[in-house]
């Protein structure tokens, strides 16, 4: 069954894994935001999204360039739990998979690392 969780307390959860990313990683995000919605329309299930350029991708035709997003979807991640302690560790490990992406960390190596 769903995990029953008001947006505000969500929102703090996602803050909250915000907050554990090492002070020196944090410093290193660049022209991103992160978004919490409750479901991407074109994939329901989907946990979390970055749309943008990675860091490694960017060279001197970025300049001006909108923010990154990432998104963190409230109602996936709600559904897929059963407990706030699993929504705790899953929003954490959704918000730091998309910010590899940020950093340019495809899916192949979050998988080898453990972050999937």
Do not use: Q
Not at 16 to 39: F, H, Q, W
Not at 80 to 98: G, K, L, Y
Request: negative net charge.
């Amino acid at each position: 069954m769903p995990v029953e969780m008001s947006d505000a307390r969500f929102e703090e959860l996602v803050g909250d894994a915000l907050d554990r990313i090492p002070p020196k990683l944090a410093a290193a995000l660049d022209n991103v935001v992160v978004l919490v919605e409750d479901r991407n329309p074109e994939e329901p299930d989907l946990l979390g999204l970055y749309e943008g350029i990675a860091l490694t991708e960017r060279d001197s035709t970025y300049a001006g360039a909108l923010p990154d997003a990432i998104f963190i979807y409230r109602g996936a991640l709600l559904d897929m739990c059963a407990s706030e302690a699993e929504v705790i560790d899953e929003v954490r490990i959704t918000v730091v998979h998309e910010i590899a992406h940020h950093f340019g960390i495809d899916d192949e190596r979050l998988h080898e690392l453990g972050w999937a």
